[in-house]
Structures are given as C-alpha cells and as structure tokens.
C-alpha cells in the first residue's frame, strides 16, 4: 500500500533530511502477518535511524519483547493468525506499564471503534492503514517524546539535586521491596548511616558553597567503594548504604575502608582542601522493615559519634 501519496512524502522527506540523532537508540518493533507492510514499515524507520527488530505475529512478539528488552515501541498490526494486535496490547500490558513502552496499533480494517478497542487495550495511539508517511512519522515520535519525559520525570523523583545520588524516596521504595523479596528466604540484610562529623562547623567556616561540595565529593567517593550497594543521600548531610548482597564482615570491611579512604584523602577531593571525616553506624538483620534497620544504625550512629566520631560501629 505505498500510495502516491506516501511517495511524495518520502521525497519530501529525503530532501528535508529530517534527522532526529536520538532515534538511533530508540528499538522498534513491527509486529505484522504481512512481510510486503512489516519492509514498509521498517524502511520508513530504517530512513529516520530508529532501531528496527520484526516479528510476525502477537505470540512471536511477545517472545521478542521478552529477548529484547531494549524495545521501547511496538507498532503493531490487528489481524494476524495466532495472536491478534488487541491481545497482543493486553499481554503486554500485563508485563510492562506505559512508561516503559509504547504501542501503536496499525490497521486497515474498517471494523467499528477498532482505534478506540485498540486504546482500551493499552494502545497509546493508533493509525488508519493505508497512513501519510509524515503523519506516521509525527505519532511515532511524539509517543517516544512521551517515554522520554516519564523517564526523566522519574529520574528526578528519584535522585537527589545536589548530589545525583538517589533520594530517600528512591531508597525506601527500593529497600522495602528488596526486603520483601527478602523475607521470603530469611536471608540477612545489612544498613549504615554515614554522617559527616562536625558538617556545620564547616558550613560554618568555609560558607555553605564549601559544604555542598563536601556532600557531593562524599557521594562521588560512594562509587567506587560501594559499586554493588545502593547508596543515597537520604537528607542534609546523611548517608545510607544498603547491603542486599553482602555478608556482615564484607560490608563491615567496606564501611571501614570507606572511612579511613575519607580520613586520609578527603581534603584532596574538595577545591578548598577541607578535611573531613565520617561516623557510620551499621546494622545487620533479618527485618522486613526499613524503618527498623534505619532506627538501628542510628542508634550505633549516635555510638559512633558520642565515642569520638570517624568510627564504624555495628
Ligand atoms: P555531628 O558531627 O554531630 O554530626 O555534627 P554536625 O555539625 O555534622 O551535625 P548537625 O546536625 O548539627 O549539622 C548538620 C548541618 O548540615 C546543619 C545544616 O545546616 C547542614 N546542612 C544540611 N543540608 C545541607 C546542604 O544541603 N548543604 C549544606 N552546605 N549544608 C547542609
Ligand atoms: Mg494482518
Ligand atoms: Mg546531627
Ligand atoms: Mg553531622
Ligand atoms: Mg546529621
């Protein structure tokens, strides 16, 4: 069905160049029974870079979004042997909510309220085969434009401003479903508080500036030491490390080293060579609970910091 109409499209759109760099990370699939619409298809993404992977019917396509979950839009046709696109749209969505991918159904079929059955499914868009190149091209786009907004939406919930570290939202919610998978097994997690010793003396000798930049070479120092522990800021100038993965003597270890790491080089990571140390305090159970382990490891924080601060205690 490529149409006049199309073609002149096209023309257009090779003189235009019309060239979107971000395509090329952007994965495809065309899911269609007819090989003749799955290389239209896939010619007119192919020409704007976007990333193309086929299948050719609901059941392969599921199989392919399971393969490849790089995927971020399926376009799909609704009459196929095997799986329709309407049940392919609830199967998906069964497995992956909109903000991970986008589905446009594609369909020449004049079968009453197919577009609005094709939505209800969980499509995001849909359109009328046989389509305008350009109109197709306009929808793709906007639904990627979409999953990139939620993605970076979501990325600012979840970290924190200053330090680009995850934020304390992003903690407990990644902490307690962690510990419920968790609980299941019994298996032992572990969790430290780490507090910048005497923060506001230097705030206050240095100037706030000073301080933030303390904070965040103390969050640029959490990578390298806990490279397989989630880490975040979870306020002011404290600290959390989660151990989902780790044994007591391993996370203890690291903490350790952590700490003497700051005691020695701190001051050459900040431009106005402040030194500066941490207290961290370190608990290891079997909790369910977040909250508890949290409370815990204040409680061996506010040890650390009473005996004389730049200690892990557990
Ligand atoms: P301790 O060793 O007992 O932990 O003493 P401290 O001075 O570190 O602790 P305190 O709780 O008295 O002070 C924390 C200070 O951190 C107070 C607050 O103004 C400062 N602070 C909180 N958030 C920020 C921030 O984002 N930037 C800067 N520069 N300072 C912050
Ligand atoms: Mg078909
Ligand atoms: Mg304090
Ligand atoms: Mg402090
Ligand atoms: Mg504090």
Do not use: W
């Amino acid at each position: 069905y490529i149409t006049k109409e199309n073609k002149q499209a096209y023309q257009y759109l090779k003189k235009q160049l019309i060239r979107l760099p971000r395509n090329e990370y952007v994965k495809v699939l065309v899911v269609d029974d007819s090989r003749q619409t799955r290389n239209y298809i896939s010619s007119l993404l192919v020409r704007h870079k976007y990333k193309v992977i086929e299948a050719c019917d609901g059941i392969e396509a599921l199989k392919v979004l399971k393969e490849n979950p790089e995927v971020s839009v399926v376009i799909t046709d609704n009459e196929m042997p095997n799986m329709n696109g309407e049940d392919l749209c609830s199967e998906i969505r069964l497995q992956y909510s909109n903000d991970e991918k986008a589905i446009i159904g594609i369909s020449s079929s004049n079968a009453l309220h197919l577009s609005a059955r094709f939505i209800k499914r969980g499509a995001n868009d849909y359109l009328r085969k046989p389509f305008n190149a350009e109109e197709f091209y306009c929808r793709l786009s906007q639904n990627v434009d979409m999953l990139e907004y939620i993605a970076t939406i979501k990325r600012q919930a979840n970290s924190d401003y200053l330090t680009g570290l995850p934020n304390r939202r992003y903690f407990f919610e990644f902490t307690n479903k962690s510990l419920r998978q968790k609980s299941a097994s019994n298996a032992e997690v572990g969790l430290a508080m780490i507090d910048v010793d005497h923060f506001k003396a230097i705030n206050d000798n240095y100037g706030h500036d000073a301080g933030d930049e303390v904070l965040k070479a103390l969050a640029h120092a959490f990578d390298s030491h806990f490279p397989g522990q989630l880490t975040a800021r979870l306020g002011g100038e404290e600290f959390a490390v989660y151990f989902a993965n780790d044994s007591q003597d391993e996370s203890l270890a690291l903490l350790d080293k952590f700490r003497a790491y700051l005691d020695t080089h701190s001051a050459g990571l900040t431009k106005h060579n402040i030194h500066f140390t941490v207290s961290i305090g370190f608990c290891n159970t079997a909790s369910t609970n977040v909250d508890s382990l949290i409370k815990e490891a204040d409680i061996k924080l506010y040890e650390a910091k009473h005996s004389g601060r730049n200690k892990v205690i557990s």
